[in-house]
C-alpha cells in the first residue's frame, strides 16, 4: 500500500468532516438582530453560512447547491418574518418549533417537534419562535451556496414588538395550520411540512430503509433533495460515486463513512450531530458497526430522482 496516497486521502477526507463538538455557537451571526434581545439565537455552521453574512468562516465546508447550519433558539424568542429567494428547509432536532407564514397579514401557525421538517418555499414570508419548554434547536438549510440576505417583512426595528412576534398577524388574524382545509394558504403551508410520525419508511434491498423529506414522496425539491436513513446494526453499502456532493448528517448511532480512491481506503466514524460532505465522483460507502441502528440524513445536491442502485457490503 502507498502510505503517502492513504496519508493524503484521510487529510482530504478530514477536511470534509464537521464535528459537533468542535463546533463554537455563534451567538452574533445574524447582525440584523442586534440590540433586539428577542431575537437572540445562536448558530454553527457546517456547511456555507446560510443565512448569515459570515462566508468567510474557516471551519466550515465550501457550499454548492445547499447549506447546512444548526440554529438554536432559547425559550420566548423568536425570529422575524423574513424571505428568501430560495427555499429554505427546517428540521427540528429538539423542542418544538412555532412557524408561521404570512400572507397580505394574515399567519397560518404550525408546530414542529423534533424530525419534523418545514421546507419553507421560495419568496413565502416565514418567521419562527419558541413558545415551549425547551431550547429549540433545528438544523436549517438554504438551497443555494450563497443566498442572498433575507429580507425582512416585520422586524422590530420597523414594527411593533408584538407585530413583528406574531410575523405581521394583528389580533385575530392568525390560525393554527388545518391539515384537512381546503384553503388553498393552509394546502400550501400542509405540502411543504413533513411530519416524522408519518413518513413512509421504505426498504432498500441493500438491507436499510430511506424515508424522504424533499423529493419525490415529500416536500417538493428545489436544488437538493433529503432522505431519512435508517441503518440497522451491521448493515451497509459498498462503494458508490455521485456527479453531485452528497452530504451525510447523523441524528442518532454512530456511522462509519469511508472513502476509496486506487484500491485504497479510509474512514471516519461520525456520531450524532456530526456531517460528512463528499464532493462530485469521490466513490464513498457506509456502514453501521452498531451497537443499535444509525439514523442519518442523505443530502444530495441535486432534485432528480436517485439513480444509485446501492449494493449490500
Not at 275 to 291: D, K, S, V, W
Request: aromatic content about 8%; proline content about 8%; hydrophobic content about 35%.
Amino acid at each position: 500500500m502507498d502510505s503517502g496516497v492513504n496519508d493524503e486521502l484521510a487529510r482530504r477526507m478530514g477536511r470534509h468532516v464537521g464535528r459537533y463538538a468542535d463546533k463554537v455557537p455563534d451567538w452574533d451571526a445574524f447582525p440584523a438582530s442586534r440590540g433586539f434581545p428577542e431575537l437572540d439565537r445562536a448558530q454553527i455552521r457546517y456547511i456555507g453560512a446560510g443565512g448569515s453574512p459570515k462566508v468567510d468562516d474557516p471551519g466550515t465546508l465550501p457550499a454548492d447547491h445547499f447549506t447546512l447550519s444548526i440554529v438554536q433558539q432559547p425559550v420566548g424568542r423568536y425570529g422575524a418574518s423574513h424571505a428568501h429567494e430560495v427555499t429554505e428547509a427546517f428540521l427540528v432536532l429538539q423542542g418544538v418549533l412555532t412557524i408561521g407564514w404570512e400572507w397580505e397579514g394574515e399567519v397560518v401557525l404550525a408546530r414542529c417537534g423534533p424530525k419534523d421538517m418545514c421546507l419553507h418555499a421560495q419568496d413565502r414570508p416565514h418567521g419562527f419562535r419558541n413558545d415551549g419548554f425547551d431550547p429549540v434547536m433545528v438544523s436549517i438549510m438554504v438551497g443555494k451556496g450563497r443566498p442572498m440576505p433575507p429580507h425582512y417583512l416585520y422586524h422590530p426595528k420597523s414594527h411593533a414588538s408584538q407585530l413583528s412576534r406574531d410575523f405581521g398577524a394583528q389580533p385575530g388574524h392568525s390560525q393554527p395550520l388545518d391539515w384537512a382545509s381546503g384553503d388553498p394558504r393552509h394546502r400550501e403551508m400542509a405540502r411543504h411540512i413533513v411530519r416524522y410520525s408519518q413518513l413512509e419508511h421504505r426498504a432498500v434491498a441493500a438491507g436499510f430503509t430511506r424515508a424522504t423529506y424533499i423529493g419525490e414522496g415529500g416536500a417538493p425539491a428545489g436544488t437538493f433533495r433529503k432522505d431519512l436513513i435508517t441503518l440497522p446494526e451491521g448493515g451497509g453499502v459498498r462503494t458508490y460515486s455521485r456527479e453531485v456532493e452528497e452530504a451525510y448528517f447523523v441524528l442518532e448511532g454512530r456511522l462509519t463513512a469511508c472513502w476509496e480512491q486506487g484500491g485504497q481506503r479510509c474512514e471516519q466514524r461520525l456520531g450524532p450531530r456530526d456531517l460528512l460532505l463528499t464532493p462530485p465522483g469521490q466513490p464513498h460507502a457506509f456502514r453501521n458497526e452498531g451497537p443499535g441502528p444509525v439514523q442519518f440524513m442523505m443530502v444530495v445536491g441535486t432534485p432528480a430522482a436517485e439513480d444509485v442502485q446501492f449494493r449490500a457490503a
